[in-house]
Structure formats: C-alpha cells, structure tokens
C-alpha cells in the first residue's frame, strides 16, 4: 500500500488550523512508515554486516558491551538510529535548508562530558566529534531524548517521569535558542561549575579536586629504567611495532602544520617519548584504530598524552540530500579535517592540540587526553528532580553548542543565524515541538529495547559471552 504524500512546507500559507491538521496527517503517515521499517528490517543482519571487519576480539569485546543495557546498545548502534530516522519526513514541520547547522551526529547522555578547556576552566559539553556533521538540528534532539527515555526505563521511572524529563530537556533547549537570539552570548558562554547547578555544579568540582595530570600519567604510564613509558599490562594499551612507531613520528611535523590554536608546533615540546596502540575503548567506535603518544611538553611535570584516532565518514553522511553529501565533499579536505572544525565550532577555547595526522592507513584525528576527562553517572541520580535539572542543562548547553557553531564560526558552512531560524520556525508551536520530540523518543526507545532484546537472544551476543 502507498502512503499518499501530503504537499505540506515548513512555511506554509494556509491558516493556522488547516496547517495544524495536515502537518498532524503528515506526522502519522510518517509515524506509520516509521513503524513498518521497524517491524520489517533484520536489525541482527544490519549489526553483523556494520561490525564484519573488527577483528573477532574487537568485536566480542564491542558485542559484550552493548550487551550490557540497553543504553549500551543504543549507544554501540548509531548506524540503526540514521537508518531508520534519517530522512525521516517529521522533520520538515520544524526544519528547512536554513535550521541546519553543525550537530554532534551520535548524541546521547554520554557524550555529554567534563573536561579542562585551553583556559584552564573544568568545562563541560557535548565531547565527542567523530559523527559530527552540517545538517538538521532535530537529529541531535531525537537521538539524545531517546537516550533520555531510555534512561528513565533503566531507572524504572513511570513512563510519566520519562516524558517529563523529555520535554525538560526540550523545553530548555528552545528557551536558550530564544534567549540566544539577536545577541552573541552563545559566542562568548560555556558551562563550568559557576553557571551550572542541580548536582552537575557539584560534579565538576569533583572532577577539578579529584584528578591532575600526575594522577592521569600514574594511570596511563610506568617507570621502565628511569625513563616514563606507558604501562602495557594495562587491558587497554597495546605495543606498537616499530613500522608504526616509525610513521607516527615521520608525520608528526605535518600534524603539527594543523594546529589552529595558541600553541605553535616545536620538536622539543612535541617531542614523543613513548607510543601505544590504544584499545578496547568506546562502544561504538570500539575496534577503530588508535593510539595514545606521549610527548615532552613544557617539562617533565607537564607530560601530554595525545590521542590518535581513525577518522572515516560519519554515519549520517550516508542518509543525508546528495546535495549535502557534495556539500561535504567539496568543504573538507579529508575526514579528520571534518572532525577538527566540528570540534572548534561547537566548543569555546577548543584544546591547543586539536589537529590531524595522516598515516598509511587513513587520516587521524588528533586531541590531547584530558586529565579532567569525566562523564556524570546518571545512576547515581535515583531522584526525577534531579534528573530534570539535568536533563534542563543538557538541553541548554546544545542549544548553545548548535547555535555557536552557524554563521558565527564559517559563514560559508553555515550562511545563516541558527537561533534565529530555529524561533521563526518554532514560534507558536513550542507545545507541538515538544510533542513531537517526546513522541519520537518513546517510540524509538520501545525500537531500541526490543532490538536490545534479539541481540542478546542472538549468536552475536552468544559469541560475547567469554569476555
């Protein structure tokens, strides 16, 4: 049966009612195609088929992981998310050419986190740029409310609170694009303990007193004769043979050719003493190749270790307008490049390390590791308030992040002010907004639990078990 397709724009002039009642038949025809791809597609052979180039360890640690919960699994299938919403039609009534804008593309409460910005303030913000993409908005705020709804479901909240927490989230994201509009304070805020509140004001602070750059080279590295190299009997340090060794520092110069921040490249500071293959990291991204390299810095208290990653196509680029998939093409030099200047438009005082290395292999995105690297634990939060508040935060600081990073940060991305896009587009319609971010959540995360649920009766997740 052929679902009929309703001649309906963003910017429509019918009245007011007549648009309301055909966006309300676009939003369940759209809901219904939602629902017959779900119920039709193999998610155990779209798994197999993403993960049938790890190694057979990689992919039992990563199978392991997202075998975990279900917000472990949500978190290690990114691809089934953009297959099955991108493009989705429910994002015309809020979206059009202009709401585009950079996105963190795998947005989730976990990829919201802490660390020490390039003016030595313990900030926190969305932290992971792997899957950043130009594109609509509203991917970002369906992806993270489905984590939202998820979470509630792990905390065995009423499905009451669940939404509740939703359009906390959603409601202080559109507050903070409006009070963003007509002003640069999206260009000059980010959130550290003294702007923040709830418990993540607390939380930060327990980052800043709890960690140090001792504490992180204790961790990470040993003694070996006198001289500090990384500790390999760590599960998540390999060594490296002596071709990698010899690439990495042969392409370290022209690494340092990348850096756009205020510290200049020297062989002295970046001087590596040691070099590791990192693995077993991440859930999504587990079995990408990486490497940690620690290098001299200022002195011998000042140590840095950078982290080396793999950088390919983001997952959305796959389901995005050919149009934008050129767009891409023709405004990025290679994918790490691409991840460098998501990193930059979305954040204040970006790391002074941030930059690219290209290797045989591919082209490596590079960062320094944060000693303050901390994500908050939302199962300590056993009270809904609590995760209100910080579910209200997390709505304003992507509002920010996404509003900072449009005409603001390169023009010639994105031509256009966000924010102000974003309220004419909105404005009058704040209850529907929020209804259909709270709508699209719950459905997805029922999509997610029952998904979770195959895997783990399946041979994938049979596989895992002895790890």
């Given at each position: 049966m052929k679902?009929?397709h309703?001649s309906?724009?963003?910017?429509?002039?019918r009245?007011?009612?007549?648009?309301?009642?055909l966006w309300k038949?676009?939003e369940?025809?759209a809901?219904?195609?939602f629902q017959?791809?779900?119920?039709?597609r193999?998610?155990?052979?779209?798994?197999?088929?993403?993960?049938?180039?790890?190694?057979?360890?990689?992919?039992?640690w990563?199978?392991?992981?997202m075998?975990?919960?279900?917000?472990?699994f949500?978190?290690g299938?990114?691809?089934?998310?953009?297959?099955?919403l991108?493009?989705d039609r429910?994002?015309?009534r809020?979206?059009?050419?202009?709401?585009r804008?950079?996105?963190?593309?795998?947005?989730?409460?976990?990829n919201?986190g802490a660390?020490?910005?390039a003016?030595d303030h313990i900030?926190?913000?969305?932290?992971?740029f792997?899957?950043?993409?130009?594109a609509?908005?509203q991917?970002?705020?369906?992806?993270?409310a489905?984590?939202?709804?998820?979470?509630?479901?792990?905390?065995?909240?009423?499905?009451?609170r669940?939404?509740?927490?939703?359009?906390?989230f959603?409601?202080?994201?559109l507050?903070?694009?409006?009070?963003?509009v007509?002003n640069?304070?999206e260009?000059?805020?980010?959130?550290?303990?003294?702007?923040t509140?709830?418990?993540?004001?607390?939380?930060l602070r327990?980052v800043?007193d709890?960690?140090?750059?001792?504490?992180?080279?204790?961790q990470?590295t040993?003694?070996?004769?006198r001289?500090?190299?990384?500790?390999?009997?760590?599960?998540?340090?390999?060594?490296?043979?002596?071709?990698e060794?010899?690439?990495?520092?042969?392409?370290?110069?022209?690494?340092?050719?990348?850096?756009?921040?205020?510290?200049h490249?020297?062989?002295?500071?970046?001087?590596a003493?040691d070099?590791?293959?990192r693995?077993?990291?991440?859930t999504?991204?587990l079995?990408?190749?990486?490497y940690?390299?620690?290098?001299?810095?200022?002195?011998?208290?000042?140590?840095?270790?950078?982290d080396?990653?793999?950088?390919t196509k983001?997952?959305a680029?796959?389901?995005?307008?050919q149009?934008?998939?050129?767009h891409?093409d023709?405004?990025f030099?290679?994918?790490a490049?691409?991840?460098a200047?998501?990193?930059?438009?979305?954040?204040?005082h970006?790391?002074?390390?941030?930059g690219w290395?290209?290797?045989?292999d591919?082209?490596?995105?590079?960062?320094?590791r944060?000693?303050?690297?901390?994500?908050?634990?939302?199962t300590?939060l056993?009270?809904p308030k609590?995760l209100?508040k910080?579910?209200e935060q997390?709505?304003?600081?992507l509002a920010?992040?996404?509003?900072?990073?449009?005409?603001n940060y390169?023009?010639?991305?994105?031509?256009?002010?966000?924010?102000?896009e974003?309220q004419?587009i909105?404005?009058g319609?704040t209850?529907?907004f929020?209804q259909l971010?709270?709508?699209?959540?719950?459905s997805?995360?029922?999509v997610?639990f029952?998904d979770?649920?195959a895997f783990?009766?399946?041979d994938?997740?049979?596989?895992s078990?002895g790890?």
């Amino acid at each position: 049966m052929k679902t009929k397709h309703l001649s309906l724009k963003s910017q429509d002039r019918r009245s007011p009612k007549a648009c309301s009642k055909l966006w309300k038949k676009v939003e369940h025809n759209a809901q219904q195609q939602f629902q017959r791809r779900c119920q039709t597609r193999d998610p155990i052979a779209q798994i197999r088929q993403f993960d049938h180039a790890l190694n057979p360890t990689d992919r039992s640690w990563k199978h392991g992981k997202m075998a975990a919960s279900a917000f472990s699994f949500f978190r290690g299938t990114n691809y089934l998310f953009w297959s099955d919403l991108g493009g989705d039609r429910r994002l015309r009534r809020f979206g059009n050419n202009n709401t585009r804008t950079w996105i963190q593309g795998d947005l989730h409460a976990e990829n919201f986190g802490a660390y020490k910005n390039a003016e030595d303030h313990i900030a926190y913000s969305i932290n992971d740029f792997d899957e950043s993409i130009v594109a609509d908005y509203q991917y970002d705020l369906w992806r993270m409310a489905t984590s939202l709804a998820i979470i509630a479901r792990d905390h065995d909240m009423k499905p009451k609170r669940g939404a509740e927490m939703i359009d906390a989230f959603t409601s202080a994201y559109l507050d903070e694009i409006v009070a963003l509009v007509g002003n640069d304070r999206e260009t000059k805020t980010f959130f550290t303990a003294e702007n923040t509140y709830g418990k993540l004001d607390d939380f930060l602070r327990e980052v800043e007193d709890e960690n140090s750059r001792e504490k992180m080279l204790d961790q990470w590295t040993t003694k070996v004769q006198r001289s500090q190299r990384f500790d390999l009997t760590s599960e998540t340090l390999r060594a490296v043979s002596e071709d990698e060794r010899s690439a990495i520092l042969a392409a370290f110069p022209d690494y340092g050719k990348t850096l756009a921040g205020q510290l200049h490249y020297s062989k002295t500071h970046f001087r590596a003493i040691d070099i590791a293959r990192r693995v077993n990291a991440g859930t999504g991204s587990l079995g990408t190749p990486r490497y940690y390299v620690l290098i001299a810095g200022r002195n011998a208290g000042d140590r840095r270790i950078l982290d080396l990653k793999r950088q390919t196509k983001p997952t959305a680029y796959a389901h995005i307008r050919q149009s934008e998939r050129h767009h891409y093409d023709t405004s990025f030099a290679n994918d790490a490049e691409r991840h460098a200047i998501a990193y930059r438009a979305t954040t204040l005082h970006t790391d002074d390390y941030l930059g690219w290395i290209d290797l045989a292999d591919g082209v490596y995105s590079v960062r320094e590791r944060s000693p303050y690297k901390a994500t908050f634990d939302t199962t300590t939060l056993t009270k809904p308030k609590s995760l209100r508040k910080l579910c209200e935060q997390w709505g304003k600081i992507l509002a920010t992040c996404h509003s900072r990073a449009d005409q603001n940060y390169d023009a010639d991305l994105v031509p256009h002010s966000f924010e102000a896009e974003v309220q004419a587009i909105v404005q009058g319609d704040t209850a529907q907004f929020c209804q259909l971010v709270r709508d699209i959540a719950i459905s997805y995360a029922e999509v997610v639990f029952s998904d979770w649920q195959a895997f783990l009766a399946s041979d994938l997740c049979a596989e895992s078990q002895g790890i």
